[in-house]
């Protein structure tokens, strides 16, 4: 079945998406799973609806781009900067020595399938030759951005240590894709000769564009923004939202860089902007959708022929790149290192293949890499694996974390019990712990909720009734007891989860007092107008204390 309209498609994927996704999450398996399969079911492979799949996956790339962006708005430039170790440190760990595992792999069973007259991997010429096994390392070693962070909104883990490093490795990767690209013509097989100067060029050209993208930014967003805000029209600032990653993606891709790196420079440059919130606000209801019709057209990309050609080959090849790459981000996971209870979603969602890996093969077959066959295959390894992450993630919610857990589980299982305490605190940090002290001090047990399963343990071995939940979940703050005790301490750090927890309580706890803690001059203004009365920002008092030393001692 041909589509020769827009109205057409948009039917078709609208309602694949409608029917999917929602059965998806009733069975528990989360709506990336859902979009995946719907992709499958409407796929050359399935109903057959749509024939062409390659078309719309370059369209609905651009959903990554969105989230990239948002993610950027998330990150003030003092927090990014903070990251750069993790990004350029254990980002390039996990890059390097995943390509340098499954090189060797991949030349080990090359040499043995030659050795035992197999002929490599199926004939596919996926061994022995080093260059071969480089590219698909290469392509191998990267990691789905959209996946990645999709599963961490989804789970509200992009403020954990897990989440961190995810963004800082896939940051990372994105990074690393002008090297790639570069590398991948000196690697030909016909083209011994020239080349090198062109891989110069285009990386003296990348630096220069990511330089324009920094500074014109700095300089000319503001500027142009509040011009376009002045107009006081909605629907052209919201254009001009979308203009401004689609132009700053546009930079990117025609000096061959990510578009989706360019999307969150942009964004960390507005993430202390008086506009982050409107632009967030413009754009995240077309970056869900857009996202969604990547998750479909990945599902309609997979090349099932080449599947059942080979099924027991592909079989092997997934499971030994993920193993492999499983195996580097469990070493990693314990240097960081990161909670015993957040290290399966950590490896997990970054031993996948990603996005970037059909790009990097696609290139590769056109430069006489690799060929065509062997760029197939590729393909459908890396968008199994990806389709197998959502499966995965269940099954090491219901087995590997409780394992991982041991005895120490019962202090880890979320809030399951009604409490009765006077007092909730919403967050264990050191802002959170220092009132709990001084209400432990006063005789109050208040009744502690996080979501740092580290920490929770931590302040149970010392007699405090703390929990390990999400306050943004309306059914844990019920558990908690916030219908009847009088007081909710909101210590959380992230603003926008502190200013929604804000809206819940008071929307359905309308008797419970919230105390809050503000990061900033806006989010004690974003409290404010959430109807909080007491709340404190969290350094202006030492920075009053600090001024008063400091004139005294004048």
């Given at each position: 079945?041909?589509?020769n309209?827009?109205?057409?498609?948009?039917?078709?994927?609208?309602?694949?998406?409608?029917?999917?996704v929602?059965?998806?999450?009733?069975?528990?398996?989360?709506?990336?799973?859902?979009?995946?399969?719907?992709?499958?079911?409407?796929?050359?492979?399935?109903?057959?609806?749509?024939?062409?799949?390659?078309?719309?996956?370059?369209?609905?790339?651009?959903?990554?781009?969105?989230?990239?962006?948002?993610?950027?708005?998330?990150?003030?430039?003092?927090r990014?900067?903070?990251?750069?170790k993790?990004?350029?440190?254990?980002?390039?760990?996990q890059?390097?020595?995943?390509?340098?595992?499954?090189?060797?792999v991949?030349?080990?069973?090359?040499?043995v399938?030659?050795?035992?007259?197999?002929?490599?991997?199926?004939?596919?010429g996926?061994?022995?030759?080093?260059?071969?096994?480089?590219?698909?390392?290469?392509?191998?070693?990267?990691?789905?951005?959209?996946?990645?962070?999709?599963?961490?909104?989804?789970?509200?883990?992009?403020?954990?240590?897990?989440?961190?490093?995810?963004?800082?490795v896939?940051?990372?990767?994105?990074?690393?894709?002008?090297?790639?690209?570069?590398?991948?013509?000196?690697?030909?097989?016909?083209?011994?000769?020239?080349?090198?100067?062109?891989?110069?060029?285009?990386?003296?050209?990348?630096?220069?564009?990511?330089?324009?993208?920094?500074?014109?930014?700095?300089?000319?967003?503001?500027?142009?923004?509040?011009?376009?805000?002045?107009?006081?029209?909605?629907?052209?600032?919201?254009?001009?939202?979308?203009?401004?990653?689609?132009?700053?993606?546009?930079l990117?891709?025609?000096?061959?860089?990510?578009?989706?790196?360019?999307?969150?420079?942009?964004?960390?440059?507005?993430?202390e902007?008086?506009?982050?919130?409107?632009?967030?606000?413009d754009?995240?209801?077309?970056?869900?959708?857009?996202?969604?019709?990547f998750?479909?057209?990945?599902?309609?990309?997979?090349?099932?022929?080449?599947?059942?050609?080979?099924?027991?080959?592909?079989?092997?090849?997934?499971?030994?790149?993920?193993?492999?790459?499983?195996?580097?981000?469990?070493?990693?996971?314990?240097?960081?290192?990161?909670?015993?209870?957040?290290?399966?979603?950590?490896?997990?969602?970054?031993?996948?293949?990603?996005?970037?890996?059909?790009?990097?093969?696609?290139?590769?077959?056109?430069?006489?890499?690799?060929s065509?066959?062997?760029?197939?295959?590729?393909?459908?390894?890396v968008?199994?694996?990806?389709?197998?992450?959502?499966?995965l993630?269940?099954?090491?919610?219901?087995?590997w974390?409780?394992?991982?857990?041991?005895?120490?589980?019962?202090?880890?299982?979320?809030i399951?019990?009604?409490?009765?305490?006077?007092?909730?605190?919403a967050?264990?940090?050191?802002?959170?712990?220092?009132v709990?002290?001084?209400?432990?001090?006063?005789?109050i047990t208040?009744?502690?909720?996080?979501?740092?399963?580290?920490?929770?343990?931590?302040?149970?071995?010392f007699?405090?009734?703390?929990?390990y939940?999400?306050?943004?979940?309306?059914?844990?703050?019920?558990?908690a007891?916030?219908?009847?005790?009088?007081?909710?301490?909101?210590a959380?750090?992230?603003?926008?989860?502190?200013?929604?927890?804000?809206?819940?309580?008071?929307?359905?706890?309308?008797?419970?007092?919230?105390?809050?803690?503000?990061?900033?001059?806006?989010?004690?203004?974003?409290?404010?107008?959430?109807?909080?009365?007491?709340?404190?920002?969290?350094?202006?008092?030492?920075?009053?204390?600090?001024?008063?030393?400091?004139?005294?001692h004048?």
């Amino acid at each position: 079945m041909e589509h020769n309209s827009w109205l057409t498609g948009s039917l078709v994927y609208l309602a694949a998406a409608v029917l999917a996704v929602p059965v998806a999450r009733f069975f528990g398996l989360g709506s990336i799973i859902g979009y995946l399969g719907a992709g499958i079911l409407i796929g050359p492979w399935g109903l057959k609806l749509v024939t062409d799949p390659q078309d719309i996956l370059h369209f609905a790339e651009f959903g990554v781009v969105l989230m990239l962006f948002l993610v950027g708005l998330e990150l003030e430039p003092q927090r990014l900067w903070s990251l750069r170790k993790p990004i350029f440190g254990w980002g390039s760990a996990q890059l390097l020595g995943s390509a340098a595992l499954i090189v060797l792999v991949a030349m080990a069973v090359g040499w043995v399938g030659n050795a035992s007259g197999l002929g490599g991997l199926g004939g596919l010429g996926l061994g022995l030759d080093w260059r071969l096994a480089t590219v698909a390392a290469l392509g191998l070693a990267l990691s789905s951005t959209a996946i990645g962070l999709g599963v961490l909104a989804e789970r509200n883990l992009m403020a954990t240590t897990s989440g961190e490093n995810i963004l800082s490795v896939a940051l990372l990767q994105d990074i690393a894709a002008i090297p790639i690209l570069a590398l991948l013509p000196l690697l030909a097989v016909a083209a011994d000769h020239g080349g090198s100067g062109g891989g110069w060029i285009g990386a003296a050209r990348a630096i220069g564009t990511i330089a324009v993208v920094v500074l014109g930014g700095r300089l000319l967003l503001r500027p142009a923004l509040r011009w376009i805000a002045k107009s006081d029209t909605p629907e052209i600032f919201t254009a001009a939202s979308l203009l401004l990653v689609v132009a700053t993606a546009s930079l990117m891709n025609a000096v061959g860089l990510s578009m989706a790196l360019g999307a969150f420079l942009a964004g960390v440059l507005l993430a202390e902007s008086e506009y982050r919130r409107e632009l967030e606000t413009d754009i995240e209801p077309f970056k869900g959708l857009l996202l969604g019709l990547f998750f479909m057209a990945v599902g309609m990309s997979i090349d099932f022929a080449v599947v059942l050609q080979r099924p027991l080959l592909i079989a092997a090849v997934v499971i030994g790149f993920l193993i492999v790459k499983a195996a580097v981000l469990w070493v990693m996971a314990r240097a960081m290192p990161i909670p015993r209870p957040e290290r399966p979603v950590f490896i997990i969602l970054l031993a996948q293949g990603g996005e970037f890996g059909f790009v990097v093969f696609q290139t590769a077959a056109q430069a006489g890499v690799i060929s065509a066959p062997a760029s197939s295959f590729l393909v459908a390894a890396v968008a199994i694996s990806m389709l197998l992450t959502p499966l995965l993630l269940v099954a090491a919610d219901r087995w590997w974390i409780p394992l991982l857990a041991g005895s120490d589980r019962e202090a880890l299982s979320e809030i399951n019990e009604q409490q009765h305490a006077p007092v909730i605190i919403a967050g264990s940090g050191r802002y959170g712990q220092i009132v709990g002290r001084m209400l432990f001090a006063n005789g109050i047990t208040p009744t502690i909720l996080d979501h740092d399963a580290e920490a929770i343990d931590g302040l149970r071995r010392f007699g405090w009734r703390a929990f390990y939940g999400d306050a943004t979940r309306l059914d844990l703050m019920r558990t908690a007891g916030a219908g009847e005790a009088s007081l909710l301490i909101l210590a959380i750090d992230d603003i926008e989860q502190s200013v929604e927890i804000a809206k819940m309580v008071k929307e359905h706890f309308p008797g419970l007092t919230i105390v809050a803690r503000a990061r900033n001059v806006q989010h004690y203004y974003e409290l404010f107008e959430e109807g909080v009365k007491h709340i404190e920002r969290e350094t202006f008092d030492s920075a009053l204390m600090s001024a008063r030393s400091a004139l005294e001692h004048l």
